[in-house]
C-alpha cells in the first residue's frame, strides 16, 4: 500500500514582519497546521539589517539593466544570512512545537533548491559594471528533502539555492515559496508580510486575477511587492489554484477575510474594499 499524499499549504513569512507575529498568530498557523502539512519559506531583510547598518544602506542594493533589485551577494553576506536564519529558525521551530506541531528546518541549498546563472552587469553610481553577485534564479526543486509531508508537521525553509557551479546563492524569498508550491502540489500560497493588501491607486485589493495582477505589476508596482505579484503568477502558472498576501492569520487569509486574493479565475476589474 503506497503511503498517503498530502497537500501542503506553503507560507512565506516575510523578514519584515516576523517580529510582529503575536502569540494568537502562531496559535492560528498550528491549527491549521493540524489538517494540513506545513511548508514555511522564510526572508531575513529586517533580521539582517540588526547584524549591520551596512545592510539597510541604499548602496547594498543592486538594480540590473532591466531594472530587477537584488541585494549585493558576497560569500560574506551568505555567511550573514546563514547565522540571522539560523537563530530566526530556532524560534520559529519553538513556536510550533509549543503548539503541538513537529518542525524541521531545511537549507534550500541543500539539493531543494536549484538556481541558474546570475546577472553579472549592475548599475554602480549610474554605469554599468560588471559585478561577481551570488544571485540566481530559481530553475527547479527538488521535493525528496521534504520527506515528511504530512498533518502535525512543519518544514521550515531557509531560501538558498546551489547552482551549476556549486555556488551557494541567494533567491528571492517570494519566488522561492511559489516554486517549492508548484513543486509540491500545493493548491494554496500565503505571502505574509507587513502590508494588509496589494493597494492600487491607494484603494485595497481583495480580489484580482493574475492577468491583472501581472499588468499592475509591470505598470505600477514596485519594490517588494513587484517581486510579491511576479511570485504570485510564477505559482499560478506552475499549477497553485490561489495565492494570498496579506499580513493576518493564516486562516483569516485562506478564508477571504482579508488580504489579496490572486488567481486565474478571469476578470475584467479588479475588486476593492475590505471583504465583508
Same mark, same amino acid.
Given at each position: 500500500?503506497?503511503?498517503?499524499?498530502?497537500?501542503?499549504?506553503?507560507?512565506?513569512?516575510?523578514g519584515s514582519?516576523? =517580529?510582529?507575529?503575536?502569540?494568537?498568530?502562531?496559535?492560528?498557523?498550528?491549527?491549521?497546521?493540524?489538517?494540513?502539512?506545513?511548508?514555511?519559506?522564510?526572508?531575513?531583510?529586517?533580521?539582517?539589517?540588526?547584524?549591520?547598518?551596512?545592510?539597510?544602506?541604499?548602496?547594498?542594493?543592486?538594480?540590473?539593466?532591466?531594472?530587477?533589485?537584488?541585494?549585493?551577494?558576497?560569500?560574506?553576506?551568505?555567511? $550573514?544570512?546563514?547565522?540571522?536564519?539560523?537563530?530566526?529558525?530556532?524560534?520559529? @521551530?519553538?513556536?510550533?512545537?509549543?503548539?503541538?506541531?513537529?518542525?524541521?528546518?531545511?537549507?534550500?541549498?541543500?539539493?531543494?533548491?536549484?538556481?541558474?546563472?546570475?546577472?553579472?552587469?549592475?548599475w554602480r553610481?549610474?554605469? @554599468?559594471?560588471?559585478?561577481?553577485?551570488?544571485?540566481?534564479?530559481? !530553475?527547479?526543486?527538488?521535493?525528496?528533502? @521534504?520527506?515528511?509531508?504530512?498533518?502535525?508537521?512543519?518544514?521550515?525553509?531557509?531560501? @538558498?539555492?546551489?547552482?551549476?557551479?556549486?555556488?551557494?546563492?541567494?533567491?528571492?524569498?517570494?519566488?522561492?515559496?511559489?516554486?517549492?508550491?508548484?513543486?509540491?502540489?500545493?493548491?494554496?500560497?500565503?505571502?505574509?508580510? $507587513?502590508?494588509?493588501?496589494?493597494?492600487? $491607486?491607494?484603494?485595497?485589493?481583495?480580489?484580482?486575477?493574475?492577468?491583472?495582477?501581472?499588468?499592475?505589476? =509591470?505598470?505600477?508596482?514596485?519594490?517588494?511587492?513587484?517581486?510579491?505579484?511576479?511570485?504570485?503568477?510564477?505559482?499560478? $502558472?506552475?499549477?497553485?489554484?490561489?495565492v494570498v498576501?496579506?499580513?493576518?492569520?493564516?486562516?483569516?487569509?485562506?478564508?477571504?477575510? !482579508?488580504?489579496?486574493?490572486?488567481?486565474?479565475?478571469?476578470?475584467?476589474?479588479?475588486?476593492?474594499?475590505?471583504?465583508?
Open positions: 500500500m503506497s503511503a498517503p499524499h498530502f497537500v501542503p499549504t506553503v507560507v512565506k513569512l516575510g514582519c516576523l =517580529d510582529d507575529l503575536d502569540g494568537s498568530w502562531w496559535d492560528d498557523l498550528a491549527r491549521h497546521g493540524r489538517s494540513r502539512p506545513l511548508i514555511l519559506v522564510h526572508g531575513w531583510s529586517k533580521p539582517l539589517r540588526r547584524v549591520s547598518a551596512r545592510y539597510g544602506e541604499p548602496s547594498a542594493i543592486l538594480r540590473d539593466r532591466y531594472g530587477n533589485q537584488s541585494r549585493w551577494t558576497t560569500p560574506e553576506v551568505i555567511d $550573514d544570512i546563514k547565522a540571522v536564519s539560523t537563530e530566526l529558525a530556532a524560534d520559529v @521551530l519553538a513556536q510550533l512545537e509549543d503548539r503541538g506541531i513537529t518542525a524541521e528546518r531545511l537549507l534550500g541549498s541543500d539539493g531543494l533548491v536549484r538556481a541558474g546563472e546570475g546577472e553579472r552587469w549592475w553610481e549610474k554605469r @554599468l559594471v560588471e559585478l561577481e553577485n551570488l544571485v540566481g534564479p530559481i !530553475t527547479g526543486v527538488d521535493t525528496a528533502p @521534504l520527506k515528511d509531508l504530512r498533518p502535525g508537521h512543519a518544514h521550515l525553509v531557509t531560501p @538558498l539555492a546551489r547552482n551549476a557551479a556549486g555556488q551557494e546563492v541567494n533567491t528571492d524569498a517570494d519566488r522561492a515559496a511559489a516554486a517549492i508550491a508548484g513543486a509540491t502540489g500545493a493548491t494554496d500560497l500565503v505571502l505574509v508580510t $507587513d502590508v494588509g493588501h496589494l493597494l492600487i $491607486d491607494g484603494e485595497p485589493v481583495c480580489r484580482i486575477s493574475s492577468r491583472d495582477a501581472a499588468a499592475f505589476r =509591470d505598470r505600477g508596482a514596485k519594490g517588494g511587492m513587484r517581486k510579491k505579484l511576479r511570485a504570485a503568477g510564477e505559482a499560478l $502558472d506552475h499549477g497553485v489554484e490561489r498576501i496579506g499580513g493576518a492569520a493564516v486562516t483569516e487569509l485562506l478564508d477571504g477575510r !482579508t488580504g489579496t486574493v490572486i488567481t486565474d479565475a478571469p476578470a475584467t476589474t479588479h475588486t476593492s474594499g475590505a471583504s465583508a
